[in-house]
């Protein structure tokens, strides 16, 4: 397991099909990857997406807000 936490922001490997090069907030840490989500522009709700990690590159970015978080 790598040090990606809840809240981290990730970037996709460009060759991934779909999300290829996306932002993706995690969500959620698995023992093969993460789950998270990236929000949908112009349209209500997010795209969530599960990602190995040697489908994805840590930014160094948190976000602030994380939807579906728990007050």
Do not use: H
């Not at 996709?12 to 093969?32: D, H, N, Q, R, Y």
Request: glycine content about 14%; overall charge negative.
């Amino acid at each position: 397991m790598n040090d990606t936490a809840i809240g981290d922001i990730v970037q996709v490997i460009p060759g991934k099909e779909t999300f290829g090069a996306c932002m993706v907030v995690v969500t959620e840490l698995k023992s093969w990857g993460i789950q998270g989500y990236v929000q949908n522009a112009g349209v209500e709700g997010q795209a969530y997406i599960r990602l190995k990690f040697n489908e994805f590159e840590n930014t160094g970015g948190k976000a602030v807000w994380v939807v579906g978080e728990q007050a």
